[in-house]
C-alpha cells in the first residue's frame, strides 16, 4: 500500500500494475489504526518506494484426521456440510482463501482465515463439521501478507 496526500493505492506485489485505489482520506495509517483497534497484527515493510500494509493471518492446514472410515454416505453428509461451512466462513469475512490440496497426502487443504487471533482462528476451523467427525485434523499458524495481495 502507498499512501500520499491525494490517495492511498493497495498494490499487487507481484503485479503493480493491478493497484486498487481506496477512500481518498483513508490512509495506510488509519487502516491500521483501524485493523490495530479491532485486534488485528499488523507491520509495514518498505520496498524501494513502495510501502507495503503487512497484517498478520492465520494458515490453517487441514489435515487427514484419526477417523477416516464412514461410509460413503456418510463421508458424501460430511462433505457437504464441510463445503458449507468453508463457504459460511467466506461469506462471514473469517477467511480469505481456501483450497484443497492436489494430491491424496496427509494433507488434506488449507484455509487462510482473516481474525484478530490465533485462538479465534483454531476455533473457527474446529467447527466444520469434517474435524468435529475427526476425519480431519487442524494446524493453525500465524502468517504475514500484504494487505489487499491477491493471487495470480
Not at 62 to 85: C, F, P, V, W
Not at 108 to 116: A, D, E, F, K
Not at 131 to 143: I, S
Request: glycine share 8%; aromatic share 8%; proline share 3%.
Amino acid at each position: 500500500m502507498i499512501s500520499s496526500c491525494e490517495k492511498s493505492v493497495i498494490k499487487n506485489r507481484e503485479n503493480p500494475s493491478e493497484s486498487k485505489e481506496i477512500a481518498k482520506t483513508e490512509s495506510m495509517e488509519s487502516v491500521a489504526k483501524e485493523l490495530n483497534e479491532k485486534g488485528y497484527q499488523t507491520f509495514t515493510y518498505k520496498e524501494g518506494d513502495t510501502t507495503y500494509l503487512m497484517q498478520q493471518y492465520y494458515i490453517v492446514f487441514l489435515k487427514s484426521g484419526t477417523n477416516r472410515s464412514q461410509d460413503s454416505i456418510t463421508r458424501a453428509k460430511l462433505q457437504e456440510q464441510h463445503m458449507a461451512h468453508l463457504s459460511r466462513m467466506y461469506t462471514e469475512g473469517y477467511t480469505s482463501l481456501t483450497g484443497p490440496m492436489g494430491d491424496d497426502g496427509e494433507l488434506r487443504g488449507i484455509v487462510i482465515y482473516n481474525t484478530p487471533t490465533q485462538k479465534e482462528a483454531d476455533s473457527l476451523a474446529k467447527l466444520d463439521p469434517m474435524v468435529m467427525a475427526g476425519r480431519l485434523k487442524v494446524e493453525v499458524h500465524p502468517w504475514w501478507a500484504a494487505k489487499g495481495g491477491k493471487l495470480n
